[in-house]
């Protein structure tokens, strides 16, 4: 036996599926020193979870992942079918379509993208690497302690043992995260229960393999209700195809909990429900029979040391898709918080909204998940309402229930319907900052969800980007300055730039210690790592001079000023269509600032003087842990 052995860690991450990898990677990225393990010998081989979202995808882009990922050559989903009983006769037909993600979510990728989680999993294994950080396996927890008055720096004391008892290692931590998934012997030892939300379960078989059959929607994401049971098909990479077949529910008079059956009797029952059409499966590459049922854990954490995410919070169907999406999130919002924490610009105190933003979207989850659940099960949608579905794009409300409840699911399943309640990062009246500039009139921006798309030219090289995109996830705060007509914010632009420097400003307070050393061509952060700032003007490329124009230490970050000249269909009479995108003046402008997630948490008029600035002071002042202006910190 090998003897114990104590090291300093800044966390020690338990598992390494999305929720994990996710943390880890960004954590790395940002310089901190992790110990990661895994209690599998290697990554997912088959199996498991497999879609990713529209706004996830996003993400991935802006962490650099998402070519790696699309190299892969995933399917991708852009449209659902229905398949139920037709009115006379026997069998199944098409009863209507509609978009994965529909047009009026304003979305980058309208679709849905399917890969095995191996392959995801493996492009952020190799990001780790790059960054030092090596997954060891097969390793798992065995006990920890948390305690922050033996220790208020490490509180966290970890055992660690090798899964064959051979090697056992002891280290501390200032923070434990649990990715574990939905056995999580973390949450155990927490004495953390988990919630049932619908006494309902349901046992499903999964089958991943290729298939030779004549059905002409197997490349799509399908619903098929027959006489004979449910499935649910979705496409994957390889010519491969997952379905998904309800096996028995609580609500069977003969329900056995641990009910089960071969890959055989699931193959043969959907080859009934498929019916008149035939399937063959070539291949099997992974079987499973497992129960689901909709489950969220009491707490994501007790002290603010050890934290839970991913599967090991909440579980539910594989119907909406969201495992994988949801434990993406959940680890991206606690990263740029412990990070915020620990590179000394926020009060420990905002990690307590982590638990607060991320169980209300599972339980929003496991609400839409019940529903469509029931609406799968219950009954088929007319075709009419299909393309009811399908086809409205207007902001209008709609009285249909079952269209009603397929926007808002849309929305909320593509992940751009997810909305974080008003706390100290995200404003609302309640907020400390009471500047009347905030929240100004007609602004589309709410705080709390993901700042809308829109794209704009950057003017050092006349590219067309995508503005949402330019700055990359690198823990900064992203301050948008929408700067209207040059000719008419000049002043209140200049007088903006000014107080921006002082070393009271929530910017100047926080500069970084070698700012002096920094190299020219350093884009995002030359002056501050929590800060990257961008400047948009309403006004052709051409007219735009950032000598002249932009005022330090905003033309500073000369990658970052945009024309606003590029049109757009959503708002085709603008002249300036990312102003009008947002909401903003087109002429006066406005400051939208972005946290570090991607999330709006704040929204101000730009005026002359400096109100507007006061008023981003008063907002971070809030949580920061320095005293801002006139603004003593609290949360």
Same mark, same amino acid.
């Given at each position: ?8 860690? %800044? ?45 996830? &995808? ?31 006769? =026997? ?7 509609? +978009?994965?993600?529909? =047009? ?22 190799? %990001? &780790? ?58 949450? +155990? ?18 089958? %991943? ?13 399908? *619903?098929? !209700? ?21 096996? @028995? ?70 119907? +909406? ?17 412990? !990070? ?41 949608? +007319?075709?009419?309402?299909?393309? @009811? ?34 706390? $100290? ?17 007609? *602004? ?47 002043? @209140? ?82 002249? @300036?269509? $990312? ?57």
């Amino acid at each position: 036996m090998e003897g114990q052995a104590s090291s300093l860690y %800044d966390i020690v991450i338990v598992g390494a599926g999305p929720a994990g990898l996710m943390l880890s990677t960004c954590l790395a990225r940002w310089g901190y020193r992790i110990k990661h393990i895994d209690n599998r010998a290697e990554p997912t081989p088959t199996g498991r979870a497999d879609g990713i979202q529209p706004r996830s &995808l996003d993400l991935l882009r802006n962490m650099g992942l998402k070519s790696a990922i699309m190299a892969h050559k995933p399917a991708r989903v852009y449209e659902v079918a229905f398949w139920d009983p037709p009115r006379s006769g =026997s069998g199944i037909v098409r009863t209507g379509t509609w +978009a994965s993600c529909p =047009s009026f979510i304003d979305a980058r990728y309208p679709f849905t993208t399917l890969l095995h989680q191996g392959r995801i999993e493996r492009v952020f294994i190799s %990001d &780790l690497e790059k960054n030092g950080v090596q997954i060891r396996r097969p390793w798992t927890i065995k006990d920890f302690t948390s305690d922050n008055k033996s220790d208020p720096v490490y509180p966290v004391k970890v055992h660690l043992e090798h899964v064959d008892g051979t090697h056992q290692e002891t280290v501390r931590a200032k923070y434990l995260f649990s990715g574990e998934g939905a056995r999580s012997s973390v949450r +155990a030892k927490l004495g953390i229960k988990i919630t049932h939300k619908d006494p309902i379960t349901h046992v499903w078989g999964v089958i %991943d393999g290729v298939v030779k059959t004549n059905f002409p929607d197997i490349k799509m994401k399908c *619903t098929i !209700h027959s006489e004979h049971g449910s499935i649910m098909v979705i496409p994957r990479e390889d010519n491969m195809v997952r379905l998904y077949i309800q096996i @028995a529910s609580s609500t069977d008079a003969d329900w056995r909990p641990r009910k089960t059956a071969t890959a055989e009797e699931v193959q043969a029952s959907a080859k009934k429900i498929l019916r008149p059409y035939l399937i063959e499966w070539e291949r099997v590459e992974w079987y499973s029979v497992y129960p689901i049922g909709q489950g969220i854990s009491d707490k994501y954490t007790i002290d603010h040391r050890v934290f839970l995410g991913g599967d090991a919070c909440h579980t539910h169907s594989p119907k +909406a898709g969201q495992g994988m999406n949801t434990a993406f999130l959940d680890a991206l919002n606690l990263a740029w918080k412990i !990070h915020a924490v620990e590179a000394g610009f926020a009060d420990r105190a905002i990690l307590t909204t982590y638990e607060a933003e991320r169980k209300d979207v599972a339980e929003t989850l496991l609400s839409f998940d019940n529903k469509y659940a029931k609406l799968f099960s219950q009954r088929p949608p +007319a075709a009419k309402e299909v393309e @009811a579905a399908s086809e409205h794009t207007s902001g209008k409300t709609e009285d249909n229930e079952f269209v009603k409840t397929f926007k808002e699911g849309c929305e909320f399943t593509s992940g751009y319907g997810v909305a974080y309640k008003s706390n $100290a990062l995200n404003w609302s009246p309640a907020h400390p900052a009471k500047s009347p500039l905030i929240n100004p009139k007609g *602004t589309k921006l709410r705080t709390g969800r993901i700042m809308i798309n829109a794209d704009v030219t950057r003017v050092v090289d006349a590219n067309v980007v995508h503005l949402e995109q330019e700055v990359p996830l690198n823990g900064s705060f992203r301050i948008y300055v929408f700067a209207g007509k040059p000719s008419v914010t000049r002043k @209140a632009l200049k007088d903006f730039a000014s107080h921006l420097g002082s070393k009271k400003s929530f910017y100047g307070s926080y500069l970084r210690a070698d700012i002096d050393f920094v190299s020219h061509h350093e884009q995002h952060n030359p002056h501050s790592l929590f800060f990257t700032l961008c400047t948009v003007f309403a006004d052709r490329r051409d007219r735009i001079e950032i000598v002249r124009d932009v005022p330090n230490p905003l033309a500073r970050y000369h990658s970052h000023v945009y024309a606003d000249d590029r049109w757009d269909r959503r708002v085709p009479d603008a002249d @300036a269509a $990312a102003h009008a995108k947002m909401g903003l003046d087109q002429e006066r402008g406005g400051v939208v600032v972005v946290r570090p997630d991607g999330y709006i948490g704040i929204v101000t008029s730009l005026v002359e003087g400096s109100g507007t600035l006061d008023a981003l002071n008063q907002y971070f002042g809030a949580f920061c842990t320095k005293r801002l202006g006139d603004m003593m910190a609290q949360l």
